[in-house]
C-alpha cells in the first residue's frame, strides 16, 4: 500500500522560502522518479519539478533557478526547496510517483501515486 504524505505548506509573504517535504512508504525509489505538482482552483494540475531514478532533475520555468528538488532514498523522502516566492507560485502543491507502464518494447514511467496536497499561500 503506497501512502504519499506531504508536508511544510502554509502561509508565507512574497520573497521568503518554504521547504516542502513528502514521506513516502510502500514505494521504491528506482526505475522511475518523483515529482511535485502543483494546481490552483479552475485549473489544471502542472508539473514543477521532477527527478528521475538516476536523479536527473527538471523544473517548469516558472520556477527554474528558485527550486530544488532532492530524493533521499535512506530516509524515504522527496523534498522541495522554494525561494523568492512570488503571489503566482501560490496553490495546492502535490508530491507524485511513478511507476513503468506502457508496453515492453515501449515502457514509459508514469504518475500512479498521490499524495493528499499541500497549500501554500504567498501573499
Known amino acids: 500500500h503506497v501512502q504519499l504524505v506531504e508536508s511544510g505548506g502554509g502561509s508565507v509573504q512574497a520573497g521568503g522560502s518554504l521547504n516542502l517535504s513528502c514521506a513516502y512508504s510502500g514505494y521504491t525509489f528506482a526505475m522511475c522518479g518523483m515529482a511535485w505538482y502543483r494546481q490552483v482552483p479552475g485549473k489544471e494540475r502542472e508539473l514543477v519539478s521532477r527527478i528521475s531514478g538516476d536523479h536527473v532533475t527538471m523544473y517548469a520555468d516558472s520556477v527554474k533557478g528558485r527550486a530544488t528538488i532532492t530524493q533521499e532514498n535512506a530516509k524515504k523522502k522527496l523534498s522541495l526547496q522554494l525561494k523568492s516566492l512570488q503571489t503566482e507560485d501560490t496553490a495546492v502543491y502535490y508530491c507524485?510517483?511513478?511507476?513503468?507502464?506502457?508496453?515492453?518494447?515501449?515502457?514509459?514511467?508514469?504518475?500512479?501515486?498521490w499524495g493528499q496536497g499541500t497549500q501554500v499561500t504567498v501573499s
Open positions: 507524485a510517483a511513478e511507476t513503468i507502464g506502457g508496453t515492453a518494447s515501449n515502457p514509459e514511467c508514469k504518475v500512479s501515486y
